[in-house]
């Protein structure tokens, strides 16, 4: 059988995803993602600091590293069995499982590691257990990801941080990195000119994967859907944020359009405030989701909803069982 290119991999995922997403005969049932960690079970990610790390002979230092990149790697797997055991469909993956990868001084390429090769290995043993069982595998990059600042050593940071996720992607089969539109920085357009423009610094396995998020203070899914549109970069749409920071689209309105960015099986956020929606600060997310905070229009969609809840695993199961019985 001949390989297929990335790129008619990704027309061949267009065409599945639209059936899979279009096809509301019979039951749906909605893929629930957990966010990075457990609050329960004994599941734990490591990471160091650079500061730690400075002070060591770079040798004892790359023994350490690859001690905890190895440990991260067993943790995701078990991550992983714990999600196809319990009904959790999608797990994202810390941005520190390679532990201060990027760092500017203390940073390393995973072939300098001494079990590096071991490391890729148990990586991509992750990946193989994730298509076996139809699971679904994600990141989420953090803050300091700004792909429109200004200042050129951030968009440089934030495209070796991006290429790095995106390698680690490679190995576990994530399809989705996720980031946020960065700042408006006084021009909300040419801010997002910004963005788009920025887009071509990235390497190909960057690009195939990356989404970019709705957020709570900027940019609106209004504001981004013209970007996706025109550059292919889907939309995640994270209805918590729309509700803390509106536009003109509805509920309804902004799903419908962010669902037809997708080339692949969508993926949304979800998240409840912890002091309700009248509370001083409604953009901080409750341990637990409100139901009713769960929009009518996703229920008959085939979507990975992310659980954006403190209470994680235990939130997720507690959304799953409420969904279920207000079918």
């Known amino acids: 059988m001949m390989k297929m290119t990335l790129e008619e991999t990704l027309v061949n995922r267009h ?3 639209t059936e899979h997403q279009n096809d509301e005969m019979g039951e749906v049932v909605i893929r629930l993602g957990l966010c990075c960690m457990f609050r329960e079970q004994p599941i734990k990610f490591v990471t160091t600091t650079a500061t730690a790390i400075s002070k060591m002979k770079r040798s004892d230092a790359l023994i350490k590293l690859s001690r905890l990149c190895m440990a991260n790697a067993d943790s995701l797997l078990a991550a992983l069995r714990f999600c196809a055991d319990n009904d959790i469909g999608c797990f994202r993956v810390n941005s520190q499982i390679l532990p201060i990868k990027t760092h ?4 390393y390429f995973v072939g300098d590691l001494p ?6 290995r148990r990586f991509k043993e992750c990946g193989k257990f994730v298509k076996k069982h139809k699971l679904r595998t994600c990141f989420h ?3 300091f990801v700004v792909m429109n600042s200004p200042r050129l050593d951030v968009v440089e940071k934030s495209v070796q941080e991006l290429e790095y996720q995106a390698e680690v992607a490679e190995w576990i089969g994530a399809d989705v990195i996720n980031i946020h539109g960065g700042g408006a920085y006084g021009d909300k357009p040419m801010a997002l000119a910004d963005f788009a423009r920025n ?3 990235l390497s190909l396995r960057v690009r195939s994967r990356l989404t970019v998020e709705n957020d709570d203070k900027t940019f609106t899914p209004a504001d981004l859907l013209p970007i996706c549109n025109a550059t292919g970069i889907p939309l995640v749409y ?3 944020h729309h509700r803390c920071n509106p536009d003109e689209l509805s509920i309804e309105q902004a799903t419908k359009k962010a669902l037809a960015t997708w080339n692949r099986e969508p ?3 979800l998240s409840s405030p912890i002091e309700g929606w009248d509370g001083p600060k409604p953009e901080r ?3 637990f989701i409100d139901v009713t905070d769960f929009p009518e229009c996703w229920r008959r969609k085939k979507i990975t909803v992310e659980v954006e809840a403190k209470a994680k695993e235990v939130a997720v199961e507690k959304l799953r069982q409420e969904l279920a019985a207000n079918r």
């Not at 500017?104 to 940073?107: A, F, V």
Request: proline residues 7%.
């Open 199 to 201: 887009l071509d610094r």
């Open 267 to 269: 993926m949304f956020h």
């Open 238 to 240: 994270d209805v918590h």
């Open 141 to 143: 990059p953090d803050q």
């Open 104 to 107: 500017p001084t203390c940073g």
């Open 15 to 17: 065409g599945a995803a």
């Open 115 to 120: 079990d590096g090769d071991g490391i890729i």
């Open 285 to 287: 997310h409750h341990d």
